[in-house]
């Protein structure tokens, strides 16, 4: 069983940025799709983006593209998403999640489609 563990979450001040990792064991990744969500205080969990495992079609939720970058390391069975030029309305717990097979267009950013899910790092913008 894939379990998944996030860190690299912080307080950084508006136009600032981090690299939040998302560290596999238990299994490899090869044949996943990752995805990045977040859920802010009172709000609904919401995808920000997902990448297949091969590194193909990175997909992006509007609101962060241009401003986020999903990648991953094989070697390292580790998926990342770099956040740059944050924005006090990206303050949330960021929580990476993975499912065998592929997804496309918005079926990729449904909730339910994942399967295993880390913890979450939580990330604070201030203004």
């Known amino acids: 069983q894939v379990q998944l563990v996030e860190s690299g979450g912080g307080l950084v001040q508006a136009g600032g940025s981090l690299r939040l990792s998302c560290a596999a064991s238990?299994?490899?990744?090869?044949?996943?799709?990752m995805g990045w969500f977040r859920q802010a205080p009172g709000k609904d969990r919401e995808f920000v983006a997902g990448?297949?495992?091969?590194?193909?079609?990175?997909l992006y939720a509007d609101s962060v593209k241009g401003r986020f970058t999903i990648s991953r390391d094989a070697a390292k069975n580790t998926g990342y998403l770099q956040v740059n030029n944050l924005k006090p309305e990206d303050t949330a717990v960021y929580f990476c999640?993975?499912?065998?097979?592929?997804?496309?267009?918005?079926?990729?950013?449904?909730?339910?489609?994942?399967?295993?899910w880390g913890q979450g790092t939580q990330v604070t913008v201030s203004s």
């Open positions: 999640a993975v499912r065998t097979g592929d997804c496309t267009g918005s079926g990729c950013s449904r909730v339910g489609w994942y399967r295993v």
């Open positions: 238990g299994g490899t990744l090869s044949s996943f799709f």
């Open positions: 990448l297949r495992w091969s590194g193909d079609a990175p």
